[in-house]
Structures are given as structure tokens and as C-alpha cells.
């Protein structure tokens, strides 16, 4: 086996894996593009760029991403470190002021004597695989050379390309009483059915776990809605964003412009559906889809978008149901390169048909800066093990209870409908024997509960 770890990509994922790498004393190859060739949204010529919002999210332990910044502390992260000494004021977030950042990140890479930095664009993997480790962390914005090596290698004709995804919602925080379980076509009423044994079908639908949630709405709810959406803010995409994103995934709000009743003959459509409070087909309805195996996250059917997100937040809760709808994720649309994890990872982020290939950051199905920081983390972790002690290591894997081990799991869950995830509460599994109401007390016993069993 090669005396040294490989790892493509100097963005957050991969420069974390280098510094914990080289801090093990095991020398490294770290391969990046820049300055000789950029993506079309990077700019800079630093490591660790940070290329949209310069926040980290909350610090606070009852959000999710502010406990898995936490978890990081306590593994010695270099770049959340780093951030917590370039913050800049940004109430109960962590912000960095991103040149500064970049900056020193880069300068803290460059000056270690264990990393090797190399700017070029790898095109053949297969080459640099050969006999050693190679943790392959190249964003969402891999290159096309690269992303096709990657496709060949996983056995994928093209890697997914994230064009637009619904939000995702946290299943306690619906309305049951108006929101109701089954799946399209067997919610056909007869004729002779009561109230009371709509609602007893009910419980026995709910009892097996059905996988939709429904959301029954009126002519007037539903033609209320429709006006709020087509009259909504939506973000500005990239040039090259939308030569790419329309082809095959239509965003609700650009359908609902096409006429008023669009919807309800789409997405929307109430075929095979009662309104539990008339028993009568609904005017329209709103589909929620498991997202989870815990079945405690739910995401909105064809409620791909490219609402602003605080337009998300406004627009939806206006739907019956979900008036206090806590949102784990936003709806997005933007290129984002990255493969099925959920088929070829495990939870160590590691390749299944390959062991000496790790995945981490935004190209293994992880969303956001510190959740691609900890999937560099934990890939580094395993890399190290694996080299030092060769076929005999025992994999590190973080207790699904943390947000670290929670996300990992996520990722290499097998999933038909697999899409990015971010940190999150819904992620984790429930405390057990505990039915908490309260969002923060439970997000506190959550917490507690993770950092106990991080230990």
C-alpha cells in the first residue's frame, strides 16, 4: 500500500480530512484544481472556500447544526477552530468573515510538513487509487472529466444531479386535525360510512404506518394559497444553474403560473381522497411523503422550488395543517453533483465495493458547510485507522444518537427516494419512553442526550 493518503478536493470536507490526516503523522497528497482551472461559482484561490452565505448556523445546542458544531469542538476540528476565531458578530450564529477564514485555513495546510499540495484536475482516479486510500471530497460542483471517472467507478451511467428538492417537515409539528394518513386510491369512501368509521379507518391506517400524510383543502383555502405562491419572492439563480435545472423538474411556483388550476390537476390533484370533515372528495389536496425510517420527517410531493426561504416558510404554513410547520429543510434548486450514498456508502462513508475509497462532503449526499466538515472528519478518522493497522482495523461509527453518527446513517441507508440532508433533529432517533410537546425542552433532551453518548 502507498505510504500516503489521497485526498481530491480542497474545499471544507477535504481540507478537513488533510489536517487530521497529517496530525496522525501520515503523509498526504491533496489534490486541488484551483488556481489552474475554477467552477463556475468559486472564485478565490484558497483552500476551504466558502462560496454562498458566510454563516455556520446557530451555536445553540438546541439546533441541530449548532450541537453538531459542538460534537466537532470536542474532535478537534481545525476548521471549526478556525471559524470560531474569524467570527464576526451574528447574534446566536456562528459567521466568519470568509477571507480570513479561507485564508487561514490555507496557510495552516500549507505550512504542514505532512501535505503535499497539488494543483491540478484528477482525471483518472483508477490511477490514483491504485494501492492506496483516497478520500474523494469534490463538492457539488465536481468537474465533468471527474464526475464521469466517478460515475465509472460507482457503476452509475451519470451522477445524481440535485436540480430541485421539496421541503422537508417535521411530522409533530402537523395538524392531525385536519391532516390525515393514506395513500392515494384507498382512501375511497363507501357510500354507507359514517364519521365514526372514517375515523376508526383512520386510526387503523395510522396504526400501520402509511407512508403519506394528506393535507385536504377547500376551493377557497386552495385558490388563497395559489395567490400567495405565484405572487411569491424566488431566488436568483446562476447562469449556469438554469441551462441545467428546468430540464426535468418543473418548480411548483413557475406550474401554478401556468393557469389557477394547474396544480389540482398535478401535484394537487384530490383524485381518491375524502376531506375527514365532510367525508366529500376535497377541492384540492397537499401530499407529504416519509422521508425517514423512524417515519418522523416528511417531505412536501412536487413541492420542488425556488422560493426564497422565508417565502417558503410564509407560503406553505398557509396550507391547511401546517400553520405551525416546523421546516428540518427548504425546498432548493441548484446544480449539486453527488452520488446514490445510499446505495454505495457505508456508515464511514466508505465506497462498499472499493474499502480503500472514502466519500466525504456535499458529493456523498451531506448538505451544508459543517455537516460536509464532519463527513471529512469521520472519513479521515476511519482513512487513519485503515492505514495504520491495515486489514485488521475496526471501523469507527458514531452512535446514531449524535448528530455526526446520525447524519452518517442517513446517508448509507438504502432510500428509493435518497436526497441531501442537512443536520437536523428529525434525523436522530426519538428519546425513548418520552413524549415531549415542548420543541426546546425536547431539542435539550436531545442534545444531552448526544453529547452523554458522544463521550
Not at 484551483?34 to 446557530?58: D, M, R, T
Not at 476565531?85 to 450564529?93: E, I, L, N
Not at 499540495?117 to 478520500?135: P, Q
Amino acid at each position: 500500500m502507498k505510504e500516503y493518503i489521497t485526498v481530491i478536493g480542497g474545499g471544507l470536507a477535504g481540507s478537513e480530512a488533510a489536517y487530521q490526516i497529517a496530525k496522525a503523522g501520515i503523509k498526504v497528497k491533496l489534490y486541488e484544481m484551483k488556481p489552474e482551472k475554477f467552477s463556475p461559482a468559486h472564485h478565490n484561490k484558497n483552500l476551504a472556500e466558502i462560496v454562498c452565505s458566510n454563516s455556520f448556523k446557530s451555536n445553540l445546542l438546541t439546533n441541530a447544526c449548532g450541537l453538531l458544531k459542538e460534537e466537532l469542538r470536542k474532535l478537534n476540528s481545525l476548521l471549526i477552530e478556525v471559524a470560531d476565531k474569524t467570527s464576526v458578530p451574528a447574534g446566536q450564529a456562528l459567521a466568519v468573515d470568509r477571507e480570513i477564514f479561507s485564508k487561514n485555513i490555507t496557510e495552516q495546510i500549507e505550512k504542514n510538513p505532512n501535505i503535499e499540495i497539488i494543483h491540478e484536475e484528477v482525471t483518472n482516479i483508477n490511477e490514483i487509487s491504485k494501492d492506496g486510500i483516497v478520500i474523494i471530497a469534490t463538492g457539488p460542483l465536481t468537474s465533468e472529466k471527474l464526475a464521469e471517472q466517478i460515475g465509472k467507478l460507482t457503476g452509475m451511467e451519470k451522477l445524481y444531479f440535485y436540480d430541485a428538492a421539496a421541503p422537508i417537515i417535521q411530522k409533530e409539528s402537523i395538524n392531525f386535525d385536519i391532516a390525515f394518513y393514506g395513500d392515494r386510491y384507498e382512501q375511497e369512501k363507501k357510500k354507507e360510512e359514517t364519521i365514526e368509521q372514517w375515523k376508526k379507518r383512520q386510526e387503523d391506517i395510522k396504526s400501520k404506518q402509511a407512508s403519506y400524510i394528506n393535507l385536504p383543502m377547500n376551493k377557497e383555502e386552495y385558490e388563497s394559497f395559489w395567490k400567495e405562491l405565484v405572487e411569491a419572492e424566488v431566488t436568483t439563480l446562476h447562469e449556469f444553474e438554469k441551462r441545467e435545472i428546468f430540464e426535468g423538474c418543473m418548480p411548483i411556483e413557475i406550474m401554478a403560473k401556468r393557469g389557477i388550476d394547474t396544480l389540482r390537476f398535478g401535484p394537487l390533484k384530490p383524485v381518491g381522497f375524502d376531506d375527514p370533515r365532510t367525508i366529500k372528495r376535497p377541492y384540492a389536496i397537499v401530499q407529504l411523503r416519509q422521508d425517514d425510517s423512524q417515519a418522523s420527517i416528511y417531505n412536501m410531493v412536487g413541492f420542488q422550488t425556488n422560493l426564497k426561504y422565508g417565502e417558503q416558510k410564509r407560503v406553505f404554513s398557509k396550507i391547511p395543517g401546517l400553520e405551525n410547520a416546523e421546516f428540518i429543510k427548504y425546498g432548493v434548486m441548484h446544480r449539486n453533483t453527488y452520488i446514490n450514498s445510499s446505495k454505495l456508502l457505508d456508515n464511514t462513508y466508505n465506497l462498499k465495493q472499493n474499502s480503500n475509497i472514502y466519500f466525504a462532503g456535499q458529493i456523498s449526499g451531506v448538505e451544508g458547510y459543517v455537516e460536509s466538515i464532519a463527513s471529512g472528519m469521520v472519513a479521515a478518522l476511519n482513512a487513519i485507522k485503515q492505514f495504520k493497522e491495515r486489514n485488521k482495523y475496526e471501523k469507527i461509527v458514531f452512535p446514531e444518537t449524535t448528530i455526526i453518527g446520525a447524519l452518517a446513517k442517513y446517508i448509507s441507508t438504502p432510500n428509493e427516494k435518497f436526497q441531501p440532508m442537512n443536520a437536523n433533529f428529525g434525523i436522530l432517533p426519538p428519546l425513548e419512553g418520552q413524549k415531549i410537546r415542548n420543541k426546546k425542552e425536547r431539542y435539550q433532551k436531545l442534545a444531552k442526550r448526544s453529547l452523554e453518548n458522544f463521550k
